[in-house]
């Protein structure tokens, strides 16, 4: 069984900086891509990136290029999740969530292992 733990979340002004962690456990082939996901109010969660575990290649959101950044820690078996020059339309609850798709997977039903979340808060 994976298990997911975010961390990291937490107040920032526009144009802050903030790192997420996600400290994963149990990890199998199922779970050979890591992805984050933001869920704002009254909206839907939406992928922001993903990485894979083993060729440590990265996918993002066209919203966040160039401004967040995903690592790994294979010792920690962590994903971080930078993020840089952040903007009001940023906050929400970030999840990371872990895939067995060998194709990057960009929508929740792809995702089989959820965290719980970390509350993120841009004020402008």
């Known amino acids: 069984q994976v298990q997911l733990v975010e961390s990291g979340g937490g107040l920032v002004q526009a144009g802050g900086s903030l790192r997420l962690s996600c400290a994963a456990a149990?990890?199998?082939?199922?779970?050979?891509?890591m992805g984050w996901f933001r869920q704002a109010p009254g909206k839907e969660r939406v992928f922001v990136g993903a990485m894979y575990w083993t060729s440590g290649r990265t996918v993002y959101a066209d919203s966040v290029k160039g401004r967040f950044t995903i690592s790994r820690d294979n010792a920690k078996n962590t994903v971080y999740l930078q993020m840089n020059s952040l903007e009001p339309e940023d906050a929400g609850v970030y999840y990371c969530?872990?895939?067995?798709?060998?194709?990057?997977?960009?929508?929740?039903?792809?995702?089989?292992?959820w965290g719980q979340g970390t509350q993120v808060t841009v004020s402008s």
């Open positions: 969530a872990a895939s067995g798709s060998i194709v990057v997977p960009r929508t929740t039903h792809e995702y089989n292992y």
């Open positions: 149990g990890l199998t082939i199922s779970s050979r891509c």
